[in-house]
């Protein structure tokens, strides 16, 4: 079974772009959720996505953004970047309850 | 809100002694969660504790979740090299919502 996968690895952006980073969570699992991980620190929960809807977000600016599509895979937007945005976003699935959150590898955003 | 403090926040162990870490909220969990993370990757799960008083083991690790609700500790027993890493608590409060997690307990095995 494939894990968690997240794409691009790596991000390089200028302050002021856009930056869209793509998630596929487990085949049959529906809930997708977004952590940011800054260096150093620990993971602070950005969005919850389940069945194509926005359950639940974190106290992250509105510049902050995604969507989920009707295979589960996930996007997410971050707007207008800042130096501070840089860090590793995590994507994380969920089979349901009484299932633990399995995490991708995540994907390194620098902003220059 | 709902935060989790997690200790100690580093941990310098010679290989073969055994690690312990914990963490504790003011706060009522239904699910405690810890997790591994090696550098550059996302964390993995080690044990998942559904049910107060419960203690899970899994090989040398051993996971117990608070009587009270509110806390959960980690012990890894005779460490070896590859235990090197952050440990990370998390929590839920309910079954679907966000995890919240700890800080974070870095360990550094020396031979």
């Given at each position: 079974e494939a894990g968690v996968t997240q794409s691009p690895t790596h991000l390089i952006k200028t302050r002021g772009q856009q930056a869209t980073l793509r998630c596929s969570p487990i085949s049959g699992?529906?809930?997708v959720y977004w952590y940011q991980q800054a260096l150093g620190l620990g993971l602070q929960f950005l969005l919850w996505y389940d069945e194509g809807e926005e359950r639940n977000r974190g106290n992250f600016p509105p510049r902050f953004s995604g969507r989920q599509f009707p295979n589960y895979s996930s996007e997410l937007n971050v707007n207008a970047l800042e130096l501070e945005d840089s860090a590793l976003y995590l994507c994380a699935s969920r089979g349901g309850v009484g299932y633990g959150y399995t995490f991708g590898s995540g994907t390194r955003l620098t902003v220059v | 809100g709902?935060?989790?403090n997690q200790s100690p926040q580093s941990m310098f162990i010679q290989e073969g002694e055994d690690v312990s870490m914990n963490c504790t909220s003011s706060s009522i969990f239904n699910t405690w969660l810890w997790y591994k993370q090696d550098p550059g990757e996302g964390p993995v799960l080690l044990i998942a504790l559904y049910k107060a008083g419960e203690l899970t083991s899994n090989g040398r690790?051993?996971?117990?979740?608070?009587i009270t609700r509110k806390d959960s500790f980690l012990n890894i027993s005779a460490s070896i090299p590859s235990d090197v890493g952050i440990y990370f608590c998390a929590a839920l409060t309910d079954s679907w919502g966000?995890?919240?997690f700890g800080a974070g307990t870095q360990v550094v095995v020396t031979p």
């Open positions: 699992h529906t809930s | 709902q935060q989790l690790l051993t996971a117990q979740f608070g966000k995890l919240q």
